[in-house]
T-cell receptor
Framework: QKEVEQNSGPLSVPEGAIASLNCTYS??????FFWYRQYSGKSPELIMF????GDKEDGRFTAQLNKASQYVSLLIRDSQPSDSATYLC???????????FGPGTSLSVIP | GAVVSQHPSWVICKSGTSVKIECRSL??????MFWYRQFPKQSLMLMAT?????????EQGVEKDKFLINHASLTLSTLTVTSAHPEDSSFYIC?????????????FGEGSWLTVV
């Protein structure tokens, strides 16, 4: 069974703080990892993807991948109220043409 | 990123009628598209995988005769909800797969809100 797990939240952080979102996956051979942001009533929007172990930074966002531990995380620095949304972790398992989505973590940034 | 366009954004139909939702890849060719359904405050649920020029692959529990998928060209997939009922009211989202050397990336359309009255 190919699974992607996330804490459902809600995760609440004060404005300006760092929000840390975590995701674990079951397929050790997974190769591609994605973070999507979904605002209420809207479709998911790709924020970042990461393929290699380590950190990948894009503006206020940093994705971290640890394949040995089978987890991927997303850090949001200087969190803003506009970052309040549900964040979906997605994984492309090895030899599988579908991308598996986690249930999402709801983030609330408090002004 | 790649652009996926979905139409209509909102649709209201009467119970028993059929409604078609279109999903287009605007700046790339998509051999594979995916259709999802999402109820309020719930996770994305994959309904089917749409492959250009062949029959769609449906996930377990999804009625293929009720949710007709056609992927006749490399830029267009359609989902037709036949004999719609109020319980079919949901947010339907399509996505397209863009392949790269390191794997696939999924880009979503804007989504379509279906209300069956």
């Amino acid at each position: 069974q190919k699974e992607v797990e996330q804490n459902s939240g809600p995760l609440s952080v004060p404005e300006g703080a760092i929000a840390s979102l975590n995701c674990t996956y079951s397929d050790r051979g997974s190769q591609s990892f994605f973070w999507y942001r979904q605002y209420s009533g809207k479709s998911p929007e790709l924020i970042m993807f990461i393929y290699s172990n380590g950190d990948k930074e894009d503006g206020r966002f940093t994705a971290q991948l640890n394949k040995a531990s089978q987890y991927v995380s997303l850090l949001i620095r200087d969190s803003q109220p506009s970052d309040s949304a549900t964040y979906l972790c997605a994984v492309n398992p090895a030899s599988y043409d579908k991308v598996i989505f986690g249930p999402g973590t709801s983030l609330s940034v408090i002004p | 990123g790649a652009v996926v366009s979905q139409h209509p954004s909102w649709v209201i139909c009467k119970s028993g009628t059929s409604v078609k939702i279109e999903c287009r890849s605007l700046d790339f060719q998509a051999t594979t598209m995916f259709w999802y359904r999402q109820f309020p405050k719930q996770s994305l649920m994959l309904m089917a995988t749409s492959n250009e020029g062949s029959k769609a692959t449906y996930e377990q529990g999804v009625e293929k005769d009720k949710f007709l998928i056609n992927h006749a060209s490399l830029t267009l997939s359609t989902l037709t909800v036949t004999s719609a009922h109020p319980e079919d009211s949901s947010f339907y989202i399509c996505s397209a797969r863009v392949g790269g050397s390191s794997g696939n990336t999924i880009y979503f359309g804007e989504g379509s809100w279906l209300t069956v009255v």
